[in-house]
Each structure stands twice: as C-alpha cells, then as structure tokens.
C-alpha cells in the first residue's frame, strides 16, 4: 500500500494560517477604534459646521490618533507580507497534501478512483471560475476522505466534504479562522488514514 512517507505536524502547519488570522484582527480592532474615536468622527463630520473651538487637549488627541494611523499602516503593510508569504506557503502545503490525499485514497478506490490533479491545476482552473473550482475541490477531496474511510479505514471520521466548504465558505468573513479550521482537519483526517493504515499492514 502506497502512504504518505511521514505523519504531518498539525500545529506547525496551521501556525502561518493563525498569524495571519491574527494579523487581520488586530487590523480590524485598530481601524474600528480610530473609526470609532469622537475626535475622528469630529473631522469626517466637519463639513457641515466650523462652530467647534480646537483646544490644546484636541491637539494632543490629534497626535495620538495620527501616531495610531502610522502603527495601523505599518500593521497593514505587515499583513499583506504575511499573506503573500502564506499563500507561497499554502502553494506548497497544499501540493504535498493532494499528493496524500491520492495516496490514503488509491487503497479504498484502487484504479477506479480519480486523483486530484496537483494544486498548481486546482489554482489555475479556479482563477477563471472566480474560486467557484477551489470550492468543488474541496467538498470533492473531503467526500473522497470520508467514502475512504467509512469502507476501508473505519476510522469513525464525521466530517464529509460539505464541513470543509462551509469552513472554506466562510473564511472570508472570519478573517480566515475557518480556513484554519479546515486546513487543521484536513490535516487530521489524513493522519488518521495514514495511521490507521499503518497499523493495518503491521
């Protein structure tokens, strides 16, 4: 039986995804407090009456928020280097785990099943489609995950490609939190077919 040649680390995988999830909140955080500040809405507001008197203190507050935007701008331009370093990650992770996929895959669906291309191809069909193919990849590999389980692992895996869309799905309204989700039990799942095969050619 071909496997994957080593068990996958789970948490240093998934790491670069929560930094950059992280990353992205404390963004959001930042800009919805300098939003949210009544100095700031003061200024966005000031086209419609100049009968505000500017004291010392206001001044002061000016400078602060102005001292916020730079670390706020330093923030973003920290975060868009971290998610182009993530997605040259992501590349590479991904065209490892497809390679796995097919592999804890070919055992249950020996030469009838259909192998994932690699994810060079998965990207690339899914730029024209506006990600529409990257989430039928997914739901697909998860499906091929648990059919493999259920009749030859019997690992007693619950989550079927539709749980890795809707995580998918929804990444980019939780600033990425359910994509960590994902990738972390995607990850899972292929080391416990990996395992489970393992013990059952021992």
Not at 103 to 116: L, T
């Amino acid at each position: 039986m071909r496997k994957p040649k080593k068990r996958w680390n789970t948490t240093l995988c998934v790491a670069p995804y929560i930094i950059n999830s992280l990353l992205k909140i404390y963004v959001i955080i930042k800009i919805m407090q300098i939003w949210n500040n009544p100095l700031v809405k003061g200024i966005l507001t000031l086209g419609n009456g100049f009968e505000a008197e500017v004291s010392f203190e206001d001044i002061i507050k000016l400078i602060e928020q102005l001292l916020h935007w730079n670390q706020i701008f330093s923030a973003i331009k920290a975060m868009f280097y971290v998610q182009f370093a993530v997605g040259i990650y992501g590349i590479v992770l991904f065209w490892y785990l497809c390679r796995d996929i097919n592999k804890v895959c070919a055992q249950y669906e020996g030469g009838n099943g259909k192998q994932s291309s690699n994810y060079l191809i998965v990207l690339l069909l899914s730029i024209p489609t506006l990600g529409i193919y990257y989430l039928y990849w997914v739901y697909k590999q998860g499906n091929r995950l648990w059919r493999a389980d259920q009749n030859y692992y019997r690992t007693g895996s619950w989550d079927k490609g539709i749980v890795y869309l809707f995580l998918v799905l929804f990444g980019g309204i939780t600033c990425k939190i359910t994509t960590c989700i994902f990738v972390a039990m995607l990850i899972h799942k292929i080391n416990r077919l990996w395992e489970s095969g393992q013990s059952m050619s021992n």
